[in-house]
């Protein structure tokens, strides 16, 4: 844990009692603080009354001039689609309102510790390239600690030191909450719409985004769309060290990925991607430029960097390699909530059968038409199921109507077996381009579930399927 001692012997109110709220609470205390936390959630609540030293009161009956900050979960609106109630009240009352990442850098400060702070945000990859880039530190030996937005929130990872680096995943949500985020490296990998609702509009968003790599001591930036592009070309113009990354062969970039050969302008690195297969795809190339553009400023050799991409095995429903059958290879990409995600998924092969649907998002799938062409069919689930069949059948690719995840993937081995005799590596690809929550409690579950059926296929030979859902699989 991060004792936060900036409020010590000062009142603070805490909002928002999850994971990152409960650390919070223990930082506050640890330090000295006075906290007095709520959340509409009884058993949040009943967690954090079991804290020594933490108030649970309704924040809605305090006095809030008695408060020296609002400390608020990432999770909880800040201004848009509305501020929330307990936003409202610490406004009226003068009361700013931060975030844990922002206890964090505001405590790295005070103590005067200039550890590595690598702060890592963008669309899409970041979860999977704040874990690459801890990789390749930790390969190299360094003390690592990773964190934020992925696995173990900042404040409850090891305490500050100089010999720490600390790895932390951000997202808009949190950098928003923290308005002195100076990170000794920033990462904008990409921007692309996402989380509208939360930031109002793109423009906006991508904002939030760009203000954090500004702050930065040194910053890494994505050239791959036009809004990351524009924030490294003002940055050059402003004087601003900028390190340039791009999953293709962009001649701007100082580190970039030409037909999956990661290199660097300098000519003092270069490695095949396909030895890496946790990294497939292009949006992966992006990620590892990302990461060994970071780690070469720890002067790590490129033989250490090369060993410990190819050691790299990903993250969890991020092009997950489940399990492979002959020519089939089966792919958790559950964390595909949107379009833009499963872009990168099917980009990756030239031959896709591909479960996608559940609640689906603004555009649909109509932004990814130019990918059609390598999916040889769709197996369709959950309640989008009628927009996606429409779009699909516009375009001719063959579809099934199969309501749930057992039956697509069933069905999906059968038709690729019978379709790709011959025809090289072929992927039954769970990449659905939507939220899970029309029949999943959240991505992580549905990805467990198709994960564990091929793990069961692969056993037995048979996918376990439901009977209350033998109905399905109608083209």
């Known amino acids: 844990m ?13 909002f928002g009692l999850g994971g990152s709220g409960l650390a919070t609470l223990e930082a506050l205390v640890a330090g000295g603080a006075q906290v007095i936390a709520y959340d509409d959630n ?7 009354s079991a804290i020594e030293g933490v108030s649970v009161k309704d924040l809605r009956k305090a ?6 900050a609002l400390v608020l979960a990432p999770g909880v609106p800040l201004t848009h689609p509305e501020p929330h109630w307990s936003v409202k009240l610490a406004q009226q009352a003068g009361v700013e309102v931060i975030g844990d990442v922002e206890l964090f850098c505001r405590q790295r400060r005070a103590l005067g510790i200039d550890c590595p702070f690598i702060a890592i945000t963008g669309t899409n990859g970041k979860s999977t390239t704040t874990a690459l880039v801890s990789h390749l530190l930790g390969d190299a030996g360094l003390d690592v600690q990773m964190g934020g937005n992925i696995g173990t929130p900042i404040l409850a990872l090891e305490p500050l030191s100089p010999d720490r680096v600390y790895v932390i995943e951000v997202s808009s949500y949190q950098i928003d909450l923290a308005p002195t985020i100076n990170p000794s490296i920033g990462l904008l990998l990409n921007v692309s719409a996402d989380h509208l609702d939360r930031h109002g509009d793109l423009l906006n968003y991508a904002r939030i985004k760009a ?3 500004t702050s930065s001591d040194l910053a890494v930036v994505g050239l791959d769309d036009r809004l990351t592009a524009n924030v490294a070309s003002n940055m050059r113009l402003k004087g601003k060290p900028v390190v340039t990354i791009s999953g293709f062969g962009n001649e701007r970039a100082m580190m970039a990925a030409p037909d999956g050969i990661l290199q660097s302008m300098e000519g003092d690195f270069l490695f095949n991607l396909d030895q890496a297969r946790a990294l497939r795809g292009t949006h992966n190339a992006q990620n590892a430029a990302a990461a060994v553009a970071i780690a070469r400023q720890f002067d790590i050799t490129p033989a250490s960097l090369s060993r410990a991409l190819i050691s790299f095995g990903g993250l969890a429903h991020r092009m997950e390699e489940v399990g492979v059958e002959g020519r089939l290879v089966f792919i958790n990409d559950s964390k595909a909530t949107n379009a833009d995600a499963a872009a990168r998924a099917l980009a990756a092969f030239k031959h896709v059968h591909w479960i996608l649907g559940g609640k689906a998002k603004d555009g649909g799938i109509e932004s990814l038409i130019d990918y059609f062409p390598r999916v040889d069919h769709a197996y369709l689930i959950g309640e989008a199921t009628d927009l996606f069949a429409e779009t699909l059948a516009r375009h001719n690719v063959a579809f099934s109507r199969c309501e749930h995840m057992d039956i697509a993937l069933e069905k999906a081995i059968v038709v690729a077996k019978t379709d790709h005799d011959g025809a090289g590596e072929v992927a039954i690809l769970l990449s659905p381009a939507c939220a899970s929550f029309d029949q999943f409690p959240n991505f992580m579950v549905r990805g467990d579930q198709f994960r564990q059926a091929v793990v069961t296929y692969l056993e037995t030979g048979s996918v376990p399927v439901d009977p209350d859902h033998a109905r399905g699989g109608q083209a």
């Open 211 to 213: 203000r954090m790599i």
């Open 2 to 14: 991060i004792p936060v001692t900036i409020f010590k012997d000062e009142t603070i109110a805490v």
């Open 42 to 48: 009884a058993a949040s609540c009943a967690k954090a």
């Open 63 to 68: 006095d809030w001039t008695g408060f020296a």
